[in-house]
């Protein structure tokens, strides 16, 4: 414990100092750097390779920490009180613009807000006791990072210091809800939270089509892609495909096959998708036939992530 308190220690101090700090949080691992310095913040973009015009998402501690830069209303105080810490962020308007660098917020009047839950990342931001923006930790348009190998295996160079935690709990993304404007809500990206209890607690979130283009700012359609193609809703593999399975019948005839739960637990598939993207695209195959994932639960963001990861290279891409 005390190598770790030290280990969280050192990286509170990178990171005041303007370093860039990767850490992991229940959803995947973060990219962290100081929410104040521009300086900072610059790094983060340089390092992943991420258009300007995509903001990033202010970590804090706690609710009380959120309120002190963004305006919570009734309806944010009731999902922040329900689900922080946890994977659900909150797009807010900005109530104290110097609080955070406006290149992380892309010059927006809105902050991304999120406590996460994970014990290191809650340390860490209990110890630099200021906003740190923290995206995934990955060159930008590509697989999100679930381990701290996928980091240093990606990243290595361009970063300070890499807490490893081990695997990521959930895995995928946490959900993004827009409650900028006082009359409408919005769910910019399914994630780690489920659409059914988020509406449970606020009522009915307004329906952003799927295959809407922009859902948000730097929310292109390419992201999270693997390099070789992928082909969803598979019935049969095809000569020369690996197959990324779902459930009890894997389809037969995959030269590499993983199955990203066997027994078509929703849960295990998003904390598996990431890594088992990994590994099928380091495989010699033409592509990643993907069997059919059902739409309940976190089938959602799981869908949204292999919709985009499907989405051609050439299309615009985002971090
Ligand atoms: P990530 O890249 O995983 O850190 O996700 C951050 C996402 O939050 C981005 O794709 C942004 O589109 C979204 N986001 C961050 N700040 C804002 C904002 N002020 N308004 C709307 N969306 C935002
Ligand atoms: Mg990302």
């Known amino acids: ?21 990767a850490f992991p949080t229940e959803t995947v691992y973060g990219l962290g750097a100081l ?9 983060v973009y340089v390092a992943k390779g991420r258009p300007g015009h995509n903001p990033l998402i202010a970590h804090v501690a706690s609710r009380a920490d959120a309120a002190v830069f ?4 009734q309806r944010a105080t009731a999902l922040a009180e329900r689900f922080w810490p946890g994977p659900l962020t909150l797009v807010l308007p900005l109530k104290v613009p110097a609080a955070v660098s406006p290149v992380m917020t892309a010059g927006l009047a809105t902050v991304a807000v999120r406590v996460p839950a994970h014990p290191m990342a809650r340390a860490l931001l209990e110890a630099v ?3 740190v923006a923290a995206p995934s930790a990955n060159r930008s348009g590509g697989i999100s990072p679930t381990t701290a190998g996928h ?8 970063l300070d210091m890499v807490l490893d935690g081990g695997p990521c709990p959930v895995g995928i993304e946490s959900t993004v809800v827009d409650l900028s404007a006082p009359d409408v809500a919005h769910i910019l990206r399914p994630g780690g939270l489920d659409r059914t209890v988020i509406e449970a607690c606020v009522g009915p979130i307004a329906a952003t089509a799927a295959n809407a283009p922009l859902r948000g700012p730097g929310m292109l359609a390419r992201h999270y892609a693997p ?16 197959l990324l399975a779902f459930g009890p019948r894997p389809l037969e005839g995959a030269a590499h096959m993983l199955n990203l739960s066997p027994s078509g637990d929703l849960d295990e598939a998003a904390r598996n998708l990431y890594a ?32 985009r990861g499907a989405v051609p290279a050439g299309s615009a891409s985002a971090a």
């Open 276 to 307: 088992m993207l990994r590994d099928l695209d380091q495989r010699p195959v033409r592509a990643i036939a993907v069997m059919p994932i059902p739409a309940r639960g976190l089938g959602e963001a799981i869908a949204d992530r292999l919709g």
């Open 70 to 73: 963004a305006d919570l209303d």
């Open 129 to 131: 006791e200021l906003p």
């Open 151 to 158: 980091v240093v295996d990606e990243l290595g160079d361009a």
């Open 35 to 43: 929410a104040c310095n521009d300086k900072a913040i610059g790094r």
């Open 1 to 21: 414990m005390t190598g770790a308190r030290s280990e969280i220690e050192r990286a509170a101090e990178l990171l005041l100092k303007g370093g860039l700090v």
């Open 227 to 242: 390099s070789h193609p992928l082909r969803l809703n598979a019935t049969r593999v095809r000569p020369g495909e690996a």
